[in-house]
């Protein structure tokens, strides 16, 4: 078993804070979307659920669609807890794509 990385726990943190924005009735379908996406991105960099797309990086697209969905939560919404939660899977979603492009 490997150790986890900083964007192990940040796909973690991505899933948690969009879990929240479940709660938020105006960030609800935004919210699901960045659920499903940092769910499967985390199945996917646990090796749980193994998607292939060519020569495609599954992981780094299913991180640009946490960022822009977990975006358009956080320009709908007001509450505090959905509003943090918005910002900290836009964050990780954006770190996850940087990384990715190998700018990180």
């Known amino acids: 078993m490997r150790a986890m990385s900083l ?22 379908g ?11 991105q985390a199945l996917v960099l646990f090796h749980v659920v193994q998607i292939r797309a060519g020569a495609f990086p599954v992981a ?18 007001s509450a505090k807890p959905a509003v943090t939660a918005a910002t900290a899977a836009t964050l990780a ?3 996850q794509v940087l990384r990715g492009l190998r700018v990180l």
Request: proline share 2%.
């Open 7 to 28: 964007f192990d726990a940040l796909s973690i943190a991505a899933c948690a804070a969009s879990l929240v924005l479940l709660f938020d009735a105006a960030a609800r």
């Open 60 to 77: 780094e697209l299913l991180a640009a669609f946490v960022a822009i969905a977990a975006g358009a939560a956080w320009v709908r919404t």
């Open 93 to 95: 979603g954006a770190l």
């Open 30 to 40: 935004p919210g699901a979307a960045a659920a499903v996406a940092a769910a499967l």
